[in-house]
């Protein structure tokens, strides 16, 4: 923003503002926009925020505006104020406190938060004796008639206690923690003080719920008796609850089971005050005639308080049950919102219930079975209730069709979060007795439909139960599910059952295989999959899964009906008969397929092997017959549909010759793809990905391809930089980098991809412009490390790509800045290896000269240019460098933290830190860096000038223009 007067930037202010909230121009407004957002990072910002905010002209909009701006701020940028500035602008704040004080809110919670965030900075000698509270409590005294403005900055001091948003130094946010728990006494003295106003009640029990977050360190004997705590509990009898009061509940209920001294018994004086109370609420719970607001805050009670002691509540004992039966009453409620505030709890019980760690105090096996088998019993009725009252929320709606594409989403999410109750519950009783309990509303269901009024939805309904407990249903149960599978041939073809019906055929799989009595059914089930495939697009998609599934699971028993199951894919896949599966689905064909050729002898399988792939091969090769001119024409699913055919054929045919067999024939084909496509990303993506799992599969049968294929590889490359050759040959080290006999044409591989891409990414902006690259790039690099070392690292390329990983560390692309940084560690995990003490000297020779640039890039990551969800795989880095050259990596290290001004970072601070690394150099132990470089990051990140003045010290971008020859 150019130099302008203060008095000049207010009236440009106001008008900025006029514009962006009332211009019809939506290019005037991005202009205000614009001149806004620079406006709040200049260093007048401050002086005209606060002008305008004590201006009696200022609309509401310009309020709001800058009182934003102000506690921004002071949140971000206090540190351009000089020292002397503290008490004017604390003392322009209290003025805006008690002058907003009826209003407007808005605008005096940001002045609230400003006044935390002040406190947050300046340290509590600074606010006279005692800090900030004592301040409070003096001005409360002095001015009561502001009290609602007091209350609000009295809640709103203990949640910015934690807040990062304020760009304190860690040691002063942590000075400021501890100055808000030692006054924890102060602040609930005032606000039992304001109890006397009944009007302040709810705003004094807001911020009650505040400082209870903040502190677990008030003793449950004193707060069972004390006077908010009363005040909470009291509300309780209101008509309406409070929402406030409900809150303060809620968090006791918490404070109860937080980790504090003593443990729960410690607390059981204020527990045992607590739960009457809320028991007490059943009544009115049940009451039809109660607001639903008051309702979903009873919910809300009783689920917090079955969450928070769920493992009492698993004893048994006829208080615990007492509870269970309102969480019970809570589940039965017609509203799901309602209703499903009880999940957690019913997961958590099952957890409790079923897990030995549970009953790991009571010591021997027999003690912890008996006591086990005693709960279980003790809930067995309550899961079984439990089941009724949630399966019919699954039940498709009437107007399931109108609903939007957000109330399909949310329906689906319901039925999968009952689905997972169901399984909860089988956990508890057993799968076979749950499905004993959901057949009894299946057969209900479907008794009659034939009927012209047959609900289908109730059948749908309890057939999806039935199949979300299929993975807890034993193998040896056949009286249910026999009949369950003589039924579903006999259901209707409405589509969301028929797709449910594929879904159930496909979670019951491994049942059917493993129960001899189900074989029958094996061809009534084949024929409902082929039913659904040509019902609609979703049936199609889940009988192809189901068909999957069923191969598998079944696939010796299915190897004598090959043909049948040929005869399926084929008309799957050409459209035939009617089918609606799509390219996608019709993978799940060929996974079966393949999965069911695994399981035949070699000669059938190379047969069958071959019939299969003829399905992918005839279509491709009648493409590339037309010439190349024609083939480049060709929109890339042409030749990627019937590639991944073939890809998921070589990767599932687990017969390794069979597939190398295979490979070999098609390789000209391959080959030609290869040379007339190489330039579209789509189709090379779906041929390297093919020829990735044939080389996985097939592994030394096709040593005799595997050179002309790398030729290929190294050829396209340098003409084309497709990302996917990269990634290719990283399955071919994996496989051949140890391989002798394969030396040679490895090492000219990694010598022509390499070098050639160290050629394409020289500096920062090509790393950025071509993140898949380096990402697939580094990721071979690693696998050398890993599976060839011996090729790669005496190779010439060794050290330009060191030099390439330098430049590109501070990338942003997630994938690409991981791959580099995993790199790196690899190469200096190797150096500091056992096995590693062949390649030290030359290691040594490559990093030593750059050990001092890359740490120094390594420092500028963790404290500005890279992101902070970066630090774990940076800290990596530097430990696995500290590892291998201790002392002179903590040296690297000195250097760099030197550069950064002391404005930026305290002595104190970037000590912590070197010791950090000190410590590791010298004891290998890496456990304690972390935190002193996470708090180091933090203090450098803290607002945007200090990261700026911290990245301009270090210059890593300027670093990774420096190459050591």
Excluded at 455 to 480: D, F, G, K, Q, T
Aim: charged share 20%; hydrophobic share 45%; net charge negative.
């Amino acid at each position: 923003m150019p130099a302008m007067a203060a008095a000049e930037v207010q009236k440009t202010l106001v008008e900025a503002l006029t514009a962006l909230y009332r211009s019809p121009d939506s290019s005037v407004r991005n202009q205000a926009n614009h001149w806004l957002q620079e406006f709040q990072h200049s260093v007048l910002a401050w002086e005209v925020s606060d002008s305008l905010l004590h201006d009696a002209n200022s609309n509401l909009e310009t309020l709001l505006f800058c009182s934003q701006t102000l506690k921004t701020k002071i949140q971000r940028d206090f540190e351009e104020l000089p020292a002397a500035a503290f008490c004017p602008l604390r003392d322009s704040l209290y003025a805006l406190l008690k002058h907003l004080s009826s209003g407007p809110s808005k605008v005096r919670t940001q002045i609230c938060i400003a006044l935390a965030s002040l406190a947050v900075h300046v340290p509590m000698e600074d606010w006279g004796g005692g800090g900030i509270l004592n301040w409070l409590k003096q001005e409360m005294n002095s001015s009561p008639d502001y009290m609602p403005s007091f209350l609000e900055l009295l809640a709103i001091l203990p949640q910015e206690a934690f807040s990062y948003k304020v760009a304190a130094r860690p040691e002063r946010r942590r000075q400021f923690q501890n100055e808000l728990v030692m006054s924890i006494g102060v602040a609930l003295d005032l606000l039992t003080y304001c109890l006397n106003a009944t009007k302040f009640q709810e705003q004094v029990l807001e911020a009650f719920a505040s400082w209870l977050r903040l502190n677990h360190g008030i003793s449950a004997a004193t707060l069972a008796s004390h006077p908010l705590v009363v005040a909470a509990l009291s509300s309780l009898r209101f008509n309406s609850l409070p929402d406030a009061a409900v809150n303060v509940i809620c968090e006791l209920i918490r404070y109860t089971v937080s980790e504090s001294p003593g443990g729960l018994s410690a607390q059981m004086p204020l527990i045992q005050v607590l739960v009457p109370h809320v028991m007490g609420l059943r009544d009115q719970f049940k009451d039809p005639s109660k607001d639903e607001d008051d309702v979903k805050a009873m919910a809300r009670l009783f689920s917090d308080m079955g969450d928070s002691y769920v493992d009492m509540i698993a004893t048994g004992s006829d208080e615990s049950m007492m509870i269970v039966q309102a969480l019970l009453e809570v589940a039965a409620h017609p509203d799901y919102d309602i209703a499903s505030m009880t999940f957690n709890f019913w997961h958590s019980l099952q957890v409790s219930l079923t897990e030995w760690e549970s009953y790991s105090s009571l010591g021997t096996e027999n003690a912890i079975r008996a006591e086990r088998d005693r709960r279980i019993a003790m809930f067995r009725p309550t899961f079984e209730t439990l089941i009724s009252l949630v399966a019919f929320r699954v039940q498709y709606p009437q107007d399931y069709e109108d609903l939007s594409k957000e109330d399909r989403r949310d329906f689906r999410q319901t039925r999968y979060a009952v689905g997972d109750i169901i399984i909860d519950a089988a956990s508890v009783l057993g799968g076979d007795a749950v499905v004993k309990i959901l057949f009894m509303n299946f057969v209900k269901s479907v008794g009659n439909c034939e009927a012209n009024d047959w609900n289908w939805r109730s059948s749908e309904a309890a057939l999806y139960c039935i199949r979300s407990v299929a993975n807890a249903v034993p193998s040896h149960e056949v009286e249910v599910m026999l009949q369950v599978f003589a039924i579903l041939p006999k259901l209707p073809h409405q589509p969301q059952l028929l797709q449910t019906t594929c879904l159930t055929i496909g979670a019951y799989s491994t049942w059917l295989n493993a129960s001899s009595a189900a074989l029958p059914f094996l061809p009534s089930i084949i024929d409902i999959l082929t039913r659904g495939m040509s019902a609609s697009e979703d049936s199609a998609a889940a009988a192809c899964m189901a068909f999957r599934h069923v191969c598998d699971a079944c696939r010796t028993k299915l190897c004598g009906s090959l043909d049948g199951l040929f005869h399926i894919y084929h008309r799957a896949v050409s459209g035939e008969g009617g089918y609606r599966v799509c390219a996608e689905d019709s993978l799940q064909l060929v996974e079966a397929l393949s999965v069911v050729i695994t399981e035949l002898s070699s000669d059938q399988a190379k047969k069958a092997l071959e019939a299969l792939c003829l399905q992918a091969v005839n279509p491709l090769q009648e493409i590339i017959n037309q010439g190349v001119e024609p083939v480049k024409q060709l929109n890339p699913t042409k030749f990627t549909v019937h590639i991944d055919r073939l890809a998921n054929i070589f990767r599932y045919v687990n017969h390794p010759e069979a597939v190398g067999d295979a490979f070999e024939r098609i390789w000209p084909l391959f080959k030609a793809i290869f040379d007339y496509r190489a330039w579209d990303m789509r189709t090379m993506e779906a041929l390297c990905r093919a020829c990735k799992y044939a080389v996985r599969t097939s592994g030394q049968f096709i040593v005799v391809t595997i050179g002309d294929m790398l030729s290929v590889v190294q050829e396209q490359y340098q003409l084309h930089h497709q990302p996917c050759f990269l990634y290719l040959s990283s399955e071919v080290i994996k496989i051949f980098g140890s391989e002798p006999s394969c030396a040679n044409y490895l090492g000219c591989l990694i010598e022509s991809l390499f070098r050639h891409t160290t050629h394409l990414l020289t500096k920062i902006e090509e790393f950025t412009a071509r993140p898949d690259i380096a990402d697939d790039c580094f990721l071979l690099a690693s696998r050398c490390i890993r599976y060839c070392p011996h090729i790669f690292v005496p190779s010439s390329i060794f050290s330009s790509l060191v030099d390439c990983s330098i430049v590109g560390i501070t990338v942003q692309h997630r994938e690409a800045c991981n791959s580099i940084l995993t790199f790196m560690s690899d190469v200096l995990d190797l150096a500091s290896s056992v096995n590693g003490q062949d390649y030290r000297a030359m290691i040594d020779s490559v990093v030593l000269p750059r050990g001092s640039i890359v740490t120094r890039i390594l420092v500028a990551s963790i404290t500005g240019a890279l992101p902070t969800s970066r630090l774990e795989e940076v800290s990596y880095v530097l430990r696995s460098l500290t590892r291998a050259y201790g002392l002179r990596a903590c040296e690297w290290a000195k250097e760099a933290i030197l550069l950064i001004p002391s404005t930026a970072v305290t002595e104190s601070e970037s000590s912590r830190f070197l010791n950090a690394l000190s410590k590791l150099a010298s004891e290998a132990d890496s456990s304690a860096l972390f935190g002193p470089l996470e708090e180091l990051s933090d203090v450098c990140r803290r607002n945007r000038a200090v990261q700026e003045s911290v990245q301009g010290a270090l210059k890593p971008h300027q670093l990774n223009f420096v190459r050591v020859s």
